[in-house]
């Protein structure tokens, strides 16, 4: 059940984060130009609706469409949403997480039907038409018949959020959205269902706080700095350096092992995520675009300008709230996690994994792979920290990327990802080894697969 609701959450993050820059833009020019802006100015001020009801909506649909069927699948997606966007009067990013994928899938299984049966000659005439024919169909549809039902949909969801605001317990979400961030949910929360609401919030009142919810990088660094004072063996000892990576890097990946060596610090991550919501609740603070990767100076850097008191004491306080409630619970239910018991415990994985090979084949590796959910963040991290190790080990020719869990190359070889992300990650390369870790700083995996490779 986790497997496919990472799956799904995967895919709507998927036709969001490539076009996150996008959305960065949209935000400094919101945050620039509207009325309560730094520097408003009314001609400026014109590209802000454009940009959210068109140019934001076509690119999620065209990725969306791509992903399914490539660029005659994103053309197709695009093509279909117009439909949907002129047939509503809010902007629709929802419409377009629906219409892109469906228009790739249609386009997708016709190609395959007439596979092979197309006279010479003729691919590029029938290669055009049917985007075009498929698309104004769907247009039409959309238009006429999809519009109306994701306005609605669009509706409901403001009547859900509007009885958490309007009932003061926004905070409360936190129970749902820290536990899914552990468990690699946290771009498929953010990117799939929290930012097309603050795009659309921003559209409305130049702010969301709901760019924040997810991303607040607060009380992620409670609970390091808990760690840091009452941690233990190597999870203390790699806490620091997880705190520069988690807070000014922006990749909250870093400090899920944490949480997971003690689930019971979830408790402490809910508690300081409530505490920030609340702090931006009574303050009025918001972003005016999203904050990825959610670090403290991509923050601040999309703050609304009458923020920047509300969203650093959501983070102070998100910080201070889970680091006071995970030092008790780390004295009294805190594991010893050392060295040895990690490399204990990698030795009875790769035991257990049905994909390792015997240091023989190990020695013909050209290619290996480090796998995390959106493929951006931690594994970037990661890839490059094994590409320095291997460097030093004189196997600098050995090629190391990274990429998202979904989409692994299937020319890898040898794939590193965490232990949480293990059967998306067989699923998408059966044929590699997997070389599963639990901190993505300072795994031993790193230094036993070097010297594995080294033999």
């Not at 000892?237 to 870093?254: D, N, R, T, V, W």
Request: aromatic fraction near 6%; hydrophobic fraction near 50%; glycine fraction near 12%.
């Amino acid at each position: 059940m986790k497997e496919k609701i990472q799956r799904v959450g995967r895919y709507l993050s998927g036709m969001v984060m490539p076009n996150i820059g996008a959305f960065i833009a949209w935000g400094i020019i919101t945050a620039l130009f509207i009325p309560t802006g730094w520097l408003p100015n009314e001609k400026m001020a014109e590209l802000v609706g454009p940009m959210s009801t068109y140019l934001l909506t076509l690119l999620i649909a065209y990725t969306g469409g791509k992903t399914v069927a490539g660029t005659r699948g994103g053309v197709m997606g695009a093509i279909a949403t117009m439909g949907v966007i002129v047939g509503a009067d809010v902007p629709m990013f929802l419409g377009a997480m629906l219409m892109g994928p469906l228009a790739g899938y249609i386009i997708k299984k016709f190609d395959k039907l007439i596979e092979g049966r197309i006279p010479a000659g003729f691919e590029m005439l029938i290669n055009n038409f049917s985007v075009g024919i498929f698309g104004a169909i769907l247009a039409m549809i959309g238009y006429l018949g999809i519009s109306p039902v994701v306005s609605s949909l669009n509706s409901v969801m403001e009547a859900g959020v509007g009885f958490f605001v309007d009932h003061g317990i926004l905070p409360l979400v936190s129970i749902f959205i820290e536990p899914a961030k552990v468990l690699f949910l946290n771009n498929a929360v953010n990117h799939g269902i929290l930012t097309p609401m603050g795009l659309q919030q921003t559209a409305e009142t130049g702010k969301s706080l709901f760019f924040l919810l997810e991303a607040n990088p607060g009380p992620g660094l409670g609970i390091l700095l808990a760690y840091c004072l009452v941690g233990k063996g190597n999870a203390k000892s790699s806490a620091p350096g997880a705190i520069i990576i988690h807070f000014l890097g922006g990749i909250h990946e870093i400090y899920f092992p944490f949480i997971l060596m003690n689930p019971i610090l979830l408790l402490s991550a809910i508690a300081g995520g409530a505490s920030g919501i609340l702090t931006l609740n009574i303050f009025g603070a918001g972003l005016t675009g999203p904050a990825s990767p959610g670090s403290i100076i991509a923050v601040l850097g999309m703050a609304a300008k009458d923020s920047y008191l509300g969203v650093i004491l959501s983070v102070i306080i998100a910080c201070a709230v889970s680091c006071v409630t995970a030092v008790p619970l780390l004295k009294i239910f805190g594991k010893t996690e050392d060295l040895e018991a990690a490399k204990e415990m990698v030795s009875e994985m790769k035991n257990a994994s049905k994909g390792l090979v015997d240091v023989k084949v190990a020695k013909d590796v050209s290619s290996i792979v480090f796998a995390c959910d959106a493929g951006m963040g931690s594994s970037a991290m990661g890839a490059t920290i094994l590409r320095k190790k291997l460097a030093a080990a004189g196997l600098g020719s050995i090629n190391v990327v990274h990429a998202s869990v979904s989409s692994i190359p299937d020319n890898a070889q040898v794939v590193v990802t965490h232990e949480e992300l293990r059967e998306r990650a067989a699923s998408s390369c059966p044929g590699a080894r997997l070389v599963l870790i639990k901190n993505f700083l300072s795994a031993p995996e790193y230094d036993m697969l070097v010297n594995e490779l080294k033999v």
